[in-house]
């Protein structure tokens, strides 16, 4: 894999990583240090009711190694297991929010209480252009995002990814609402999963505005349809300076062999 000059690397934390041993996780983050990368984004620190073994759990340590090492943190908060299956009540979504940026307030508040340091929190909520792809919906939500924002009182950031429900320009422009209530906002390239055509993934790079971050996917996607996720390590795109960058996931790098593959 050829260098990836990227700002920040992704990770998602899996319940079989908790086959990493402490000393392979300190070679993980000094090579991720040693390959550029400044800070790492954690997708969540809790999925469902997996804590990954709570404060005094490997994810926890692991993290606590991570700054040891000199890198910044980006740390993910609640995810919903059921969180793609409830985006397709649109009716209810706007109570969905409700619920689900309550539980992350809660995780928030806990990660404090156990010390955990974060530079910023980072919000496991992937947003698409699929479901937000009335006017409506997207006002709803930079509402929302704007009240949980006021109770964080920390720096956020999140994701989005394109379908090609929305226009490039309409799309970047929804990107930059997103930040105008604080928020970090980072688009997904799609690469890995074949998501867009590389001409019209190319006209999405070149509407986002400067201030909206791109993480490349440094994947293939090797299953197909319904069939369990499986993927293998590819060079991820590179991308206008002007951009934040950064690349999913650690799980791909060549110094990520500790982690098992079942899983992005």
Not at 38 to 62: C, K, M, P, S
Not at 233 to 240: E, G, I, K, L, V
């Amino acid at each position: 894999m050829r260098g990836v000059a990227a700002d920040a690397l992704f990770y998602q934390p899996q319940t079989n990583d908790a086959v990493v041993e402490p000393d392979q996780w300190t070679e993980i983050w000094r090579q991720s240090k040693a390959h550029g990368f400044d800070r790492v984004i954690v997708q969540w620190t809790r999925y469902g009711d997996e804590d990954f073994g709570g404060d005094h759990g490997w994810l926890r340590n692991a993290l606590r190694q991570a700054r040891q090492a000199g890198l910044g943190l980006v740390v993910g908060l609640y995810q919903d297991p059921d969180y793609f299956s409830r985006l397709n009540d649109l009716s209810g979504l706007s109570r969905y929010w409700i619920e689900l940026f309550d539980q992350v307030l809660l995780q928030q508040r806990l990660l404090l209480s156990e010390g955990v340091v974060a530079d910023a929190w980072y919000l496991p909520a992937e947003l698409s252009d699929r479901t937000f792809n009335d006017q409506d919906r997207r006002k709803d939500l930079l509402e929302q995002l704007n009240g949980l924002m006021q109770h964080l009182q920390q720096p956020l950031q999140l994701s989005a990814y394109s379908t090609g429900q929305l226009a490039p320009a309409a799309n970047a422009r929804w990107l930059d609402e997103l930040h105008s209530v604080g928020a970090m906002v980072w688009w997904q390239d799609g690469v890995g999963v074949a998501e867009l055509p590389t001409l019209v993934r190319t006209a999405y790079v070149q509407a986002l505005s400067c201030e909206t971050g791109i993480v490349s996917e440094a994947f293939r996607r090797t299953s197909v349809g319904n069939e369990p996720f499986t993927a293998v390590p590819a060079d991820p795109q590179r991308y206008s300076s002007c951009h934040p960058s950064a690349v999913f996931s650690l799980r791909y790098m060549p110094w990520g062999a500790a982690f098992p593959r079942a899983s992005r």
